[in-house]
């Protein structure tokens, strides 16, 4: 008999069973097992979310990057503006950052207000660091295609990417279709 996986397949097993349930029987166990199991998923579903919304984020925030100011006319551009963009990404909040630390007296801890920021930005430098997947912005259809994209995560996949890195030289580049 195949073992039920799913939280709500096993408990319907449990409830066909008459008397009470045994703590370190076997049907115990397997619920055991499938509510364990049902965290592990939904805590790899919202990490696979987070991951995707900080992917839509940088993606919108160079589409608005390239769609203003002196970069409106360009068809291309290089690594180096590509990482001016990913450092103003990685910057986008220090002003109010720096008013949060200026406000709180001396001596005190941190709010969490001013730790949620702080500990994005760090881990925004750490990704910047190991390299960050971004659009491929040295193609001139990937740019095209970026100024014309409506926002959606399914637009993202159409993307060429390149993987750049705050040490990464600048006419080097690593191609990801």
Request: with cysteine; proline share 4%.
């Amino acid at each position: 008999m195949p073992s039920a996986k799913s939280i709500s397949k096993v408990s319907k097993q449990i409830k066909q069973k008459k008397g009470p349930l045994h703590p370190k029987g076997r049907k115990a166990k397997m619920l055991a097992r499938a509510s364990l199991r049902e965290q592990k998923i939904n805590l790899t579903k919202l990490h696979h979310a987070e991951y995707k919304d900080m992917e839509l984020l940088i993606v919108r925030f160079f589409q608005d990057a390239i769609s203003a100011g002196e970069y409106k006319n360009l068809k291309t551009f290089k690594i180096s503006d590509i990482k001016i963009f990913i450092e103003a990404f990685i910057d986008r909040d220090n002003e109010e950052l720096e008013t949060m630390r200026n406000e709180r007296r001396p001596g005190r801890p941190a709010s969490k207000k001013q730790d949620l920021p702080e500990s994005r930005i760090k881990k925004e430098k750490h990704q910047y660091s190991t390299g960050w997947n971004v659009p491929n912005l040295t193609d001139a259809d990937t740019v095209e295609l970026l100024r014309k994209w409506k926002g959606d995560q399914g637009g993202v996949t159409i993307f060429k990417h390149i993987i750049c890195s705050k040490n990464s030289k600048d006419d080097e580049n690593e191609m990801e279709d």
